[in-house]
């Protein structure tokens, strides 16, 4: 059976994001530390690294490979907005052309001892919301298996099931 779609379209300011959240029985600065330090991030998505070795910031650039596709690519991303613990934007380069890059803004916060992380993917034209949807919703339970020590969970269970749940979605105002 595959897992529920939780993913929804939502209006916000100029653009239309994609939001995807979960929530961590965990303080927000470990919930960060799983995002943002590549050896944790290997365990969901897959480790990354810069040109000069510091430790990437606002303005730097990053190349990220992506363990779980085929191939394991290399992706090169650069962090736009840094802001510990709380806030961090990445520009993933796709292709050359950054018209087609894909943006995205993860927010944490954190409440009674638990934390949420907020992915918003700024929607571009051309972007298939059906496969980006499905995609996000895979990796973000990837993150959950990864921080739980639980079994990881298999794309195929994710898409095609959830590519019409996000194709045929309203966009909601923020």
Do not use: N
């Amino acid at each position: 059976m595959a897992p529920t779609p939780t993913g929804r379209l939502v209006r916000a300011a100029d653009r239309t994001e994609l939001v995807i959240k979960r929530t961590f029985p965990a303080p927000i600065s470990d919930v960060w530390s799983s995002i943002t330090e590549s050896d944790r991030t290997e365990r969901w998505y897959g480790p990354w690294k810069t040109s000069d070795g510091d430790k990437p910031d606002a303005g730097s650039s990053i190349s990220v490979q992506m363990l779980f596709e085929e191939g394991q690519p290399w992706c090169d991303a650069r962090i736009v907005r840094c802001e510990p613990p709380s806030r961090l934007d990445l520009v993933l380069l796709t292709s050359e052309d950054e018209s087609t890059a894909w943006r995205i803004s993860l927010t944490l916060g954190e409440e009674a001892g638990f934390t949420t992380l907020a992915l918003a993917h700024h929607i571009v034209p051309g972007v298939d919301v059906g496969d980006v949807g499905a995609g996000w919703e895979y990796y973000l339970d990837m993150l959950v298996s990864a921080r739980e020590g639980s079994p990881q969970p298999k794309f195929e269970d994710y898409y095609p099931a959830q590519r019409e749940h996000f194709s045929s979605q309203e966009i909601a105002e923020d």
